[in-house]
């Protein structure tokens, strides 16, 4: 939920399966993730379980910027840099007013959605999902 995200330009995948192997989104997680990515990615990566190359996680807005591993963590100081040190308390309150909607919404719907989670996580169908999930990772089925 970093306000500017460095990524590696190779290797990496990005995305969320928790959908497709039985395990619902809290409402928290899917209302920042809109807050990061916009609606529409995040609707397409919580629901999808999509996984992404760098390029598309780029092209999509997952993340903002790419560049050689050893290059990173330089990068992403010289981001952090960018905003001087006389100005932290009004990037702040400028970050607080950004996120304000954001936050008002994960207050409302967090403890009325969230109550639900339990039973979507272990429902008969979230069960079969996690056992169909385990065996395409293991190559066996599961033992429980």
């Not at 903002?64 to 952090?80: C, K």
Request: hydrophobic share 45%; charged share 25%; glycine share 6%.
């Amino acid at each position: 939920m970093c306000d500017y995200r460095v990524a590696v330009a190779a290797g990496a995948r990005f995305g969320l399966n928790e959908v497709p192997i039985g395990i619902p989104m809290p409402a928290v997680y899917v209302r920042m993730l809109a807050h990061a990515w916009g609606e529409p990615v995040a609707s397409r990566v919580c629901l999808l379980g999509e996984i992404f190359t760098p390029a598309q996680a780029h092209t999509l807005g997952m993340v903002h910027e790419l560049g050689p591993a050893e290059e990173l963590l330089d990068r992403a100081v010289a981001v952090a840099e960018q905003t001087p040190e006389d100005c932290i308390e009004q990037y702040a309150f400028t970050k607080r007013a950004c996120q304000a909607a954001t936050l008002r919404d994960i207050a409302e719907l967090a403890d009325p959605l969230d109550k639900e989670l339990p039973a979507g996580m272990t429902s008969d169908q979230a069960r079969h999902a996690h056992r169909r999930y385990w065996q395409q990772l293991k190559g066996r089925p599961a033992e429980w």
